[in-house]
């Protein structure tokens, strides 16, 4: 795991400017044949948390999950992975909205377009429907988060909003929930019910 997170750390320095050297090289030592490309680091805490749960051992599988820091960083992440770069098979997930940045920057890089899985809003909002607001809101007040949630409810800019958007938002108004977040809703998730975006993704893997 150290050394995954020390090819995480080589790539995000080479999509910066920096060197593609100790990448590649890291690529070659730990066998990297699949790169998953997401968003932010939520994104990553739940298909890392939902690999774990189904027993799925990614760096034995030669797969690396890597969080670009934004959608628009797709083409460069491209770039350095894909054809251009190191060669290796590209996946992952995007929002519907996005989707359009997502293939200009894998046309680019000569990537299939087909390995990327499609959430409608984002993943959050689809595991806040997977497990319905009812449960999302009981793991709230587990987390001892009822405080902060019940005050976000009485800000007039939430009024009148469907509960799933409210959640949604909330989730993203303190820095590092929606990475705590992101493991809890898919550690609660029933099996059965795994987003499509979601389960696919690891499916493909």
Request: neutral net charge; glycine residues 12%; hydrophobic residues 40%.
């Amino acid at each position: 795991m150290a050394d995954m997170r020390a090819f995480r750390d080589e790539v995000s320095g080479w999509a910066a400017g920096g060197p593609a050297g100790p990448a590649s090289d890291l690529a070659v030592r730990l066998g990297i044949r699949t790169a998953v490309l997401l968003e932010g680091l939520s994104d990553l805490a739940a298909v890392e948390t939902l690999a774990a749960r189904q027993g799925q051992d990614l760096a034995a599988e030669g797969v690396c999950v890597l969080s670009m820091g934004g959608a628009m960083n797709i083409g460069r992440y491209a770039d350095r992975l894909g054809p251009p770069g190191l060669g290796l098979r590209l996946t992952g997930l995007c929002d519907e909205r996005e989707q359009p940045f997502y293939d200009r920057g894998l046309k680019r890089a000569r990537a299939p377009q087909q390995g990327f899985f499609v959430c409608v809003t984002d993943l959050e909002d689809e595991l806040i429907r997977a497990l319905g607001t009812a449960s999302v809101e009981e793991i709230i007040r587990a987390e001892g988060d009822l405080r902060a949630w019940q005050t976000f409810l009485h800000q007039p800019a939430h009024h009148g909003r469907p509960r799933q958007q409210q959640l949604r938002r909330f989730l993203g108004t303190k820095k590092g929930r929606k990475i705590r977040y992101g493991h809890l809703l898919v550690e609660a998730l029933d099996p059965e019910y795994v987003p499509t975006p979601l389960g696919d993704l690891l499916t493909s893997l």
